[in-house]
């Protein structure tokens, strides 16, 4: 896999592209954006066929080809190690443009806002992680951060350092959150039975379980709203 250059043909392609763009943002589909994106990386190089070979080989989803693991990409025809971290640079800036700020921001309030984060985040994954978003006194965001990562169908979760994490935070409440990559959100039974004893191991030490929310391709899910915290 390289990123080898090749005829100039496809440069007024390209230049057309570019005017549609900046012209109508919204109006171009998911595949043009993305040879877009890859022509940054190959801009001597007809992108369309990787743009297309990358979204064939994840489903016809963009937000899949973004949240790609590095390895994944990179078995895919046509796509080398530059285009990779371009495509991998992308998904980071959107993650970083929906983070919640650490200051003056009520993430609670702002719920749709965090559930956004989220399933950029995490809910494209192909293994199952973990994450805890640790809230001060006023809700605001102290620390994000990805306690496990598992296979397609479970994540081992240790509620106690979930509970000691927190401690070292000086956190007042914890939301969590994981991603099913089946793309049913549903909660299973295991679930359920470990949002309680992260609940538990929480409360005993005076800090609160806001929700635990399960993101996936096929949308979010929250505990609380379900009658399951």
């Not at 702002?110 to 985040?121: E, F, H, P």
Request: charged share 25%; aromatic share 4%; hydrophobic share 40%.
């Amino acid at each position: 896999m390289t990123d080898q250059p090749s005829a100039p043909d496809h440069l007024g392609h390209r230049e057309r592209l570019r005017e549609r763009f900046l012209r109508e943002p919204g109006a171009i589909p998911d595949y043009e954006l993305l040879e877009m994106l890859l022509a940054i990386a190959r801009p001597r190089v007809d992108t369309k066929p990787a743009a297309k070979a990358l979204m064939r080989h994840f489903n016809d989803s963009l937000a899949e080809v973004l949240s790609a693991d590095p390895e994944a990409l990179a078995k895919v025809d046509d796509v080398g190690p530059v285009t990779v971290v371009v495509l991998k640079c992308v998904q980071e800036a959107a993650q970083r443009l929906l983070r919640p700020k650490t200051i003056s921001t009520d993430v609670i309030s702002s719920w749709g806002a965090l559930i956004d984060y989220l399933t950029v985040k995490a809910a494209y994954g192909a293994v199952e992680q973990f994450r805890v978003i640790y809230l001060n006194r006023k809700n605001q965001l102290i620390a994000d951060e990805a306690q496990q990562r598992g296979t397609v169908d479970h994540t081992p979760v240790y509620p106690r350092e979930v509970a000691r994490r927190a401690l070292e935070l000086n956190a007042s409440a914890v939301v969590v959150c994981h991603n099913h990559p089946s793309g049913d959100p549903k909660p299973s039974q295991p679930d359920v039975e470990m949002t309680r004893k992260i609940k538990d191991a929480l409360a005993a030490v005076g800090i609160t379980l806001h929700d635990h929310v399960i993101v996936s391709r096929g949308g979010p899910v929250s505990f609380r709203t379900l009658g399951l915290l």
